[in-house]
């Protein structure tokens, strides 16, 4: 199993970025994926997760109205779109994988993959 996650560089304050995670895992659309996030000298902390069909999403409150993650289960691969960036998002963003997506959001996941480095310049 493997999870490549990609997409991540520098950007200025206010700008975009999308984020995508291509995963290969058997069954992928059964998958809750989910985005989670290291600042330096900072724990890991839940983005964003998103059911197996799509359907449910889930959201930290700090990235409320500005990120979105949705899917494409034909390309099993999940995306963040990250807009309204902010210097307190510069961090390593990973992608994770697991079977419900209650798990997700309790960081109890079944794979994670390699992350991305975003940097968002003041």
């Known amino acids: 199993v493997q999870l490549q996650a990609s997409g991540g560089g520098l950007v200025q304050a206010g700008g975009s970025l999308r984020l995508s995670c291509s995963a290969s895992?058997?069954?992928?659309?059964?998958?809750?994926m989910g985005w989670f996030r290291q600042a330096p000298g900072k724990e890991r902390e839940f983005v964003a997760a998103?059911?197996?069909?799509?359907?449910?999403?889930y959201y930290a409150d700090s990235v409320k109205g500005r990120f979105t993650i949705s899917r494409d289960n034909a390309r099993d691969t999940v995306y963040l779109q990250m807009n309204a960036l902010k210097p307190e998002d510069t961090a390593v963003y990973y992608c994770?994988?697991?079977?419900?997506?209650?798990?997700?959001?309790?960081?109890?996941?079944?794979?994670w993959g390699q992350g991305t480095l975003v940097t968002v310049s003041s």
């Open positions: 994770a994988a697991a079977t419900y997506l209650e798990r997700v959001k309790q960081h109890d996941n079944d794979y």
């Open positions: 895992i058997r069954d992928f659309g059964s998958w809750a």
């Open positions: 998103i059911k197996w069909n799509g359907r449910t999403t």
